[in-house]
């Protein structure tokens, strides 16, 4: 097993298996140490979906309680999730999830711990598992939730705030786009806001179903 060492670069690379399948990924994974973050997280937390999925859901790292659970978007942003793709009339088993990092990386306020952005060396490191995600599902849709997730695989200056809901080349997929993470419509500050929020995301995910039903309402 690969260690840290000073300055040397790790990454997720070395941690890879020799014979590649995603339960083999997936196993691998829980010993991954190619960033500083497996040091305070629970465990790994890597993707789950069926292998035949057409939808591939990629946020930025796991939560409090993906971190507890080990499961990605199992949380309240899952759950704002779940919702959004049932009013979009999308079956929930269509869709594969992950996250770019697979470890909570997070800092404590007083008992609690709340999330911290991953930095680009993190990410960096970690990208190996997600390719290899992405190349054992060969999504139709590939979906990023949030800045992380979109200037990962759509660009570094790509912008969420100016693009979501927009149909866009990607080498990962047949199509692409970006939407914002749902635990930001749980952060809006009024219930109007939220809803109005919530409004926004569902009408995102029509997008993604117009897709899977051969209607692109590309910008």
Not at 107 to 114: C, D, H, L, N, T
Request: hydrophobic share 40%; with cysteine.
């Amino acid at each position: 097993m690969a260690r840290q060492s000073g300055s040397e670069p790790v990454s997720a690379l070395q941690f890879l298996p020799a014979r590649l399948s995603m339960s083999s990924l997936r196993e691998a994974a829980q010993d991954c140490q190619g960033c500083p973050l497996f040091q305070n997280a629970t465990q790994t937390v890597f993707g789950q979906g069926r292998p035949d999925a057409r939808i591939f859901l990629v946020g930025e790292q796991p939560g409090n309680d993906e971190d507890r659970q080990g499961k990605p978007f199992v949380g309240p942003a899952g759950r704002i999730l779940d919702e959004a793709l049932a009013a979009a009339s999308i079956d929930r088993a269509d869709a594969y999830v992950t996250n770019v990092v697979k470890h909570f990386k997070w800092e404590a306020k007083g008992k609690r711990r709340m999330h911290k952005k991953p930095s680009a060396r993190e990410i960096a490191a970690c990208l190996p598992w997600l390719e290899k995600e992405i190349e054992f599902i060969k999504p139709e849709v590939l979906v990023c939730l949030g800045a992380t997730a979109a200037q990962t695989l759509l660009g570094r200056d790509f912008k969420v705030s100016v693009q979501r809901g927009r149909v866009v080349p990607s080498k990962f997929a047949k199509h692409a786009l970006a939407t914002v993470h749902p635990s930001s419509i749980l952060r809006q500050p009024t219930s109007e806001d939220r809803h109005r929020a919530m409004d926004q995301f569902v009408a995102d995910m029509k997008v993604v179903a117009g897709l899977l039903n051969g209607k692109s309402r590309a910008s």
